[in-house]
């Protein structure tokens, strides 16, 4: 199969020097591998390619190669079937998804540029590697700290926890999420204020359950195993650690898909540590008893809003599973009267592009009381 280079750029999440894939403006992507001893090539992945998986055509050179139609922008994990067994691309750089190093194509977005580097001050990234008490195991989160952070030593910052989705790690707001790059250029453009960002590993205990369990279950376990954690651990270390403003009032609590459910359990159940929650893409799988569900708290709506600074929700237009259960947890909420705010990315699925689009419009609500 030709492929007109001059008309397509070789994707920037490719490992160094690497052709494919590449990325056409229609935003077609396409892919190739060699593999001459294979008998079959196909490429697999999340929602945002398409409904694959796409056939690859080999070769006299036994190169294969499939494009795909015309695909969402942003962030989408993949991988190559090889004769049925699922391998990674030589070609990409490798992301943690799907519980495992998994490839990744970058789609740029025309016209957008809200998660790119610019000529901006840039924060940190740091690696904070710590000893858990609770998990008995050495831990690393990864914590953004603001343009000045380390020159202004007399400025507290507020503090935002961010958290990642089921089959990810603490790398993922960054490497896929680019959430850094997001905050740099927002507060450059003093859009959003300077702020601490910890990101640290959802999983805090090993999710023992029977066979055949459905899959929300090792969900819930693992929301509730992380409870205890933030609260009596996190929390308290990286006040320590870090200059940051230690009340209630400047901490937000977020994250997407399992990270949501989290910032809603753990925030819900604790106003006295966070002031907001941020639920991206992240719902109760059940329906909510409204007298008991988390711990109680919107049994009383007026106190509640008095107490709750920003409870905000987002999903992507095409992901109708979580649509459907936002939606219906809004129903819940507007019943009770409980204050709450709702953003919408339009076009995008369970994805990457939904959470960036959600952090960028999430940050600037933070903290400005």
Same mark, same amino acid.
């Given at each position: !199969?030709?492929?007109? !280079?001059?008309?397509?750029? *070789? ?11 590449? &990325? ?13 001893? *294979? ?7 999340? =929602?945002? $390619? ?5 056939? +690859?055509?080999?070769?006299?050179? #036994? ?14 994990y993949y991988w190559l079937e090889v004769d049925g067994v699922a391998v990674n691309d030589p070609s990409s750089q490798t992301y943690m998804g799907y519980g495992r190093p998994t ?7 025309? #016209?957008?540029?809200?998660? @790119?580097?610019? @000529? ?15 998990? #008995? ?12 952070? @380390? ?43 300077? !702020?601490?960002?910890? !990101? =640290? ?19 819930? %376990? ?8 933030? &609260?009596?651990?996190?929390?308290? +270390? &990286?006040?320590? *650690? ?8 400047h901490r937000a609590l977020a994250g997407l898909s399992m990270g949501g459910m989290q910032a809603l359990h753990v925030g819900l159940r604790h106003l006295d540590t966070f002031a ?11 329906? $909510? =008893? ?16 008095? %107490? ?62």
């Open positions: !199969m030709d492929i007109e !280079m001059s008309e397509t750029v *070789a994707a920037v999440s490719n490992v160094r020097d690497a052709e494919f894939p590449r &990325i056409h403006a229609d935003l077609r992507v396409t892919f190739r591998v060699k593999a001459p001893t *294979a008998q079959s090539v196909q490429v697999a992945g999340g =929602d945002g $390619l398409g409904p694959g998986p796409f056939v +690859m055509v080999r070769d006299e050179e #036994g190169v294969w190669t499939a494009t795909t139609p015309p695909v969402v922008p942003g962030f989408h490839s990744g194509v970058e789609v740029p977005e025309p #016209g957008v540029d809200y998660y @790119d580097a610019q @000529d901006v001050p840039h924060g940190e990234v740091r690696s904070h590697w710590y000893f858990s008490r609770l998990t #008995g195991k050495w831990r690393q989160a990864t914590v953004y700290t603001p343009p000045g952070y @380390d020159e202004r030593i007399e400025v507290r910052y507020p503090v935002l926890y961010l958290q990642h989705g089921a089959g990810e790690d603490e790398t993922g707001w960054v490497r896929q999420g680019r959430a850094n790059l997001i905050l740099d250029n927002l507060i450059a453009a003093g859009k959003a204020l300077p !702020m601490v960002v910890v !990101m =640290d590993c959802g999983y805090t205990a090993p999710i023992k359950l029977p066979p055949g369990a459905p899959f929300s279950q090792a969900i819930q %376990k693992s929301i509730e195993s992380f409870e205890a954690f933030v &609260i009596s651990e996190l929390v308290p +270390m &990286i006040d320590a *650690a870090y200059r940051t403003v230690a009340d209630r009032e907001t929650i941020g639920a991206f893409s992240g719902v109760p799988f059940e329906e $909510l =008893d409204p007298q008991t569900a988390f711990g109680g708290v919107f049994s009383d709506p007026e106190a509640f809003n008095r %107490k709750v600074r920003l409870l905000w929700l987002s999903n992507g237009t095409a992901e109708t599973r979580f649509v459907e259960r936002v939606q219906r947890f809004r129903e819940i909420l507007g019943r009770l009267g409980i204050t709450h705010e709702v953003y919408e990315s339009p076009g995008t699925a369970h994805e990457w592009q939904t959470w960036r689009r959600s952090l960028h419009v999430f940050a600037p609500r933070l903290f400005r009381w």
